[in-house]
């Protein structure tokens, strides 16, 4: 762009924040966004520790009993977590203590689901509000724990801790009411039946309910930042029968992969300051033109999409080698969406995942769509954090939603079937998948780039002559892109009918294929 030319020129004088030297050919790096920068400033010590988890714990599992070995791992749990939060552990320990009972008090009663949502969504409310708690507001004697308060805020992790506290929660009141199917007659998993889907719902014996296989779970190291979320089922499952789904060489590809992903993602922070100009607000000040900000809302979401795939697959990759599935979180490149559905899909898989099986389900499902969005939408919004920008994202992804809903129910009517096989059909879902592209960076902008006063100053540049003439150009664009998209989705069905007739083993921890038809079904 030409503002980042002038800046880096030294021809404009405004300053751009979280821009510090860079190795890459003696560039400058954006390091504005804070998840990225201390993931990559505590990369190196991270996987230190992910190297001494996955020996200590291979070893006591191979040396030990299987008690002591849990005891292993809690005692590793225990470390990781008192380090990132030191005398805050005390706090998790406390909340997630309360939950255990009210879970075991309840499992198997009509109130339970009532109890352990209100307990765990009250909590979290509470916790933000009070910004983690201070010891001396308890008693003025635990005063100097406030010192000990670790490297990481407590109260940030906790929301990963409340979607397990949920987890363990349902799934022990689904196990006593009989909600899902039980192992085999020898009390433990087939092995034909050792899918990630499978070992969710898959009910688990008593011993895994109790008090240290739950803390184990809660505070489990890979997974306990960022995630991916996985389910308690799952977890205990994988704990008794690691994975098998991917084997050495597999794991060994991931890696490369992942490596390769970090090295595009360092490349682009050192070319590319797109979040330091809009996280910053000197967009607001440097005279972009519509255009421009058409080209930095884009790229800015396409970091967003690079930072937390490295980041996910990072933590995934940790988890496996460690002998636990969690599903994939990012499933497709963020240009390769067209849909509100599809998108979240494939964009933080797992928490969608966990959404379906404790919301969307019990909220009624394909048939309450177009209500349950709306509760579940907001949900997300406020377990992500406590302002109006974010639930303005989640009504604004509602809302869009809507006509997408409708969309797909036209399409599934028996008088549009025989049009589904002609151009016409074709391009008019091209048409509405231009819009939807068009519709989620405008939700996403607002919800985690410039906010609702610069979605507002957005509209307004849309409005003046050079915008009239951007968006059609823009729309175009995303007509074209979505007929691409629409041949990847094929390209895809073909390669899957292909690996089928020729007896190939298709690897299932992917959703890349998951919704692979272009059409509006």
Same mark, same amino acid.
């Given at each position: ?43 190196? *010590? #991270? ?6 988890? %996955?020996?200590?714990? $291979? =070893? ?5 009993? /299987?008690? !002591? ?45 009532? *109890? #352990? ?6 909590? %979290?409310?509470?916790? $933000? =509000? ?5 010891? /001396?507001? !308890? ?383």
């Amino acid at each position: 762009m030409e503002f980042q030319e002038e800046w880096e020129s030294g021809r404009s004088n405004l300053h751009l924040p979280g821009i510090r030297d860079g190795w890459f050919l003696g560039l400058k790096m954006d390091a504005s966004d804070h998840q990225w920068r201390m993931f990559r400033d505590q990369a190196p *010590l #991270v996987a230190v520790a992910a190297v001494v988890h %996955i020996i200590l714990t $291979r =070893l006591s599992k191979l040396a030990l009993p /299987s008690e !002591i070995s849990l005891v292993v791992r809690w005692a590793l749990s225990l470390v990781f977590v008192t380090y990132l939060h030191g005398s805050c552990m005390l706090f998790l320990l406390g909340l997630s203590l309360i939950n255990f009972i009210i879970a075991h008090a309840a499992a198997g009663k009509w109130i339970a689901p009532a *109890l #352990v949502w209100g307990f765990n969504c009250g909590s %979290i409310v509470f916790v $933000r =509000l009070h910004e983690g708690f201070q010891f /001396s507001a !308890i008693n003025p004697a635990l005063a100097p724990l406030d010192y000990t308060r670790g490297i990481f805020r407590w109260h940030i992790c906790y929301n990963m801790v409340v979607l397990k506290m949920i987890s363990f929660g349902m799934d022990l009141h689904w196990r006593n009411i009989g909600k899902g199917f039980a192992p085999d007659a020898r009390g433990v998993i087939s092995v034909e039946r050792l899918t990630y889907k499978s070992r969710t719902l898959e009910f688990q014996r008593d011993e895994s309910f109790g008090l240290l296989p739950y803390w184990c779970y809660l505070f489990y190291p890979p997974l306990y930042i960022a995630g991916p979320t996985v389910t308690f089922n799952a977890f205990a499952s994988q704990i008794n029968i690691p994975q098998s789904t991917y084997s050495y060489k597999m794991l060994a590809k991931y890696a490369v992969r992942l490596a390769g992903s970090a090295l595009v993602l360092e490349i682009f922070v050192h070319t590319i300051h797109a979040n330091s100009l809009a996280s910053s607000g000197v967009w607001r000040v440097a005279g972009l033109t519509c255009h421009e900000l058409g080209i930095t809302s884009f790229w800015v979401l396409n970091f967003m999409w690079l930072k937390f795939l490295v980041i996910w697959r990072f933590f995934r990759l940790w988890a496996l080698l460690d002998g636990v599935e969690s599903p994939e979180n990012i499933g497709r490149c963020v240009n390769n969406n067209y849909d509100i559905e599809g998108f979240w899909k494939n964009w933080h898989s797992s928490f969608n995942r966990w959404l379906v099986r404790y919301m969307y389900i019990p909220l009624g499902g394909a048939r309450l769509k177009a209500l349950n969005i709306w509760v579940i939408f907001t949900y997300v919004a406020l377990w992500h954090d406590l302002n109006a920008r974010l639930l303005m994202w989640a009504w604004l992804s509602c809302f869009f939603a809507g006509p997408e809903i409708l969309a797909k129910w036209i399409a599934r009517c028996p008088t549009v079937r025989p049009w589904k096989d002609t151009w016409q059909y074709r391009h008019t879902c091209a048409a509405f998948a231009a819009v939807n592209i068009f519709l989620l960076m405008t939700a996403n902008l607002v919800g985690f780039v410039v906010g609702i006063d610069g979605v507002h100053e957005f509209i307004n540049q849309m409005a003046t002559p050079a915008g009239a003439m951007f968006l059609p150009f823009m729309l175009a664009f995303f007509f074209s892109l979505a007929q691409l998209q629409f041949e990847c989705r094929e390209s895809e069905k073909r390669a899957l009918k292909g690996a089928i007739r020729d007896g190939e083993t298709v690897p299932t921890p992917e959703p890349a294929v998951a919704d692979r038809s272009f059409k509006y079904t």
